[in-house]
């Protein structure tokens, strides 16, 4: 799994950061090596008062994972799997939207200071670890509380 914060650029669609989940024959470069039906990936930890905003994310699926039977994925937060994404269907050139507010309502979802990961799930009907190909990129708008503070401060 590759997270990259994007450029100022990249932002213009409103998206600060980029998770890359792939296929990869390197065992540990491997995202799907997973013996199970599915896996809860926390991918960006979130601290107190960090916050998810609108857009609050979208999944592309570059590449639907071969070998894989009705590929999914979510995207949400510690205990709440599908609070940013809905389960939607992988397939190439396909993209997953928000599904709206998330964990509060009518906003979006603020870190309450537990401990808390942004997770993206995958999910098929048979084990992951079958899967020969496949890239899936998750876009999310995160607000860091301590960057915040230094623009404030």
Not at 48 to 67: F, M, R, S
Request: hydrophobic share 45%.
């Amino acid at each position: 799994m590759r997270i990259n914060a994007l450029t100022e650029n990249e932002q213009s669609r409103g998206f600060t950061h980029l998770i890359v989940l792939r296929y990869s024959s390197v065992t540990a470069d491997n995202d799907f090596n997973v013996a199970a039906t599915t896996t809860a990936i926390n991918a960006i930890p979130l601290a107190a008062g960090d916050v998810i905003n609108y857009p609050l994310a979208q999944v592309y699926c570059k590449t639907a994972p071969a070998g894989l039977t009705a590929p999914t994925c979510s995207v949400g937060v510690t205990g709440t799997a599908a609070a940013l994404v809905a389960s939607g269907t992988l397939a190439t050139g396909r993209s997953l939207m928000s599904v709206g507010p998330a964990a509060t309502a009518g906003g979006p979802f603020e870190s309450d200071g537990s401990a808390k990961f942004l997770t993206v799930t995958l999910a098929a009907t048979n084990n992951l670890n079958v899967a020969t190909s496949g890239e899936v990129h998750v876009y999310v708008n995160i607000s860091r509380a301590a960057d915040l503070a230094r623009v404030v401060g």
